[in-house]
C-alpha cells in the first residue's frame, strides 16, 4: 500500500527559474524551425560573409576584406535576431493572442521577456559559432580583447532587443513585419557592414555614425580588426539606444 497523498499533485507554479528556462527553450526550438527566420539570422550573414569576402565588390581598404567583412556580419546577426526576428515573431504573437494567454500563466510578463531574451542569446551563440567558423575558413585574423567584444555583443544586444518589443508592441504584425525587413535592409546597406561609412559623404557619415548598427560594425572592427582598446564612444551610443529602446519598450508595449 501507498502512503496516503503518494500520487496527489502538489499544488502551484513551478519555480520561476524553471517557468524561464521552459518557456526559453521553447522560444529557441520556434525560432530555429521558421524558415523565415533562419534566413534572417543565418543564410543571409553567411552568403554576406562568403560572397563580398570572395568577391572584390565593394572597397573595403588595405587587408584581407574578409578581416573588414567578418566584425560587420557579426553585428548583422546580432541585429537579424535581437530585432528583426523577435519583432516580426512577438508581432504575430500579439496579433494571433498568444502574449495574452501568456501573460495570464503563472509565468509573469517579465518573466516571459526574461525567456525571450534568452532565447535571443542562445541564438546568437550559435549565429556567431557559425560565423566565426566560417571567417577563419576564409582566412580571418582577429585581434583585440574578448572582453571588449562581449561588452559590444550585450550592448548590441539590448539596444536591437528593445527597438524590436517597441515596433512588436505598438504597430499591428502586418506593419511590423514590413517595417522591421525595411528597416533591415537600409541598415545594411548604411550602417557600415558592408560597405565602409567614409565611403558616404561628410554629413552623412555623422548621422549613420550614431545608429546602433554603425556603433556595433565599427567597435567590433575596431577592437577585432585594429585590436583598439575599449571603443568608450560606440559602447556609448550602444548604451543610450539600450536604454531608450528598452524604457520605451516597457512604457508603450501593448500585450493585445
Do not use: C
Not at 546580432?78 to 530585432?83: K, R
Not at 523577435?86 to 526574461?114: C, D, H, N
Not at 567558423?133 to 559590444?152: D, M
Amino acid at each position: 500500500m501507498s502512503a496516503a497523498g503518494t500520487y496527489t499533485p502538489k499544488p502551484g507554479a513551478a519555480p520561476l527559474p524553471r517557468m524561464i528556462a521552459a518557456q526559453a527553450a521553447l522560444e529557441t526550438r520556434m525560432l530555429l524551425r521558421n524558415g523565415e527566420q533562419l534566413l534572417l539570422t543565418v543564410v543571409i550573414p553567411t552568403l554576406l560573409l562568403v560572397l563580398f569576402s570572395a568577391v572584390d565588390i565593394v572597397d573595403t581598404g588595405d587587408g584581407k576584406a574578409v578581416d573588414f567583412l567578418a566584425p560587420g556580419v557579426l553585428a548583422l546577426a546580432v541585429m537579424s535576431t535581437a530585432f528583426t526576428g523577435q519583432a516580426i515573431a512577438t508581432g504575430f504573437e500579439r496579433r494571433y493572442g498568444v502574449l495574452k494567454r501568456l501573460g495570464a500563466s503563472p509565468l509573469p510578463r517579465w518573466g516571459l521577456m526574461a525567456a525571450k531574451t534568452l532565447s535571443v542569446l542562445v541564438t546568437e551563440v550559435l549565429q556567431i559559432a557559425l560565423l566565426t567558423a566560417i571567417a577563419f575558413a576564409l582566412g580571418w585574423s582577429p585581434h583585440g580583447s574578448p572582453v571588449s567584444v562581449l561588452l559590444l555583443l550585450v550592448l548590441g544586444t539590448a539596444a536591437f532587443s528593445g527597438l524590436g518589443l517597441l515596433m512588436a508592441g505598438t504597430l499591428k504584425a502586418e506593419a511590423t513585419l514590413a517595417a522591421a525587413n525595411l528597416v533591415f535592409l537600409l541598415l545594411l546597406m548604411g550602417g557600415g557592414v558592408i560597405v565602409p561609412l567614409d565611403k558616404f559623404p561628410d554629413a552623412a557619415q555623422s548621422v549613420l555614425g550614431l545608429l546602433p548598427i554603425s556603433a556595433l560594425s565599427d567597435g567590433l572592427r575596431e577592437v577585432l580588426q585594429h585590436g583598439a582598446g575599449m571603443p568608450w564612444a560606440d559602447l556609448g551610443i550602444l548604451a543610450v539606444w539600450a536604454v531608450l529602446g528598452l524604457g520605451a519598450a516597457a512604457r508603450f508595449f501593448r500585450w493585445e
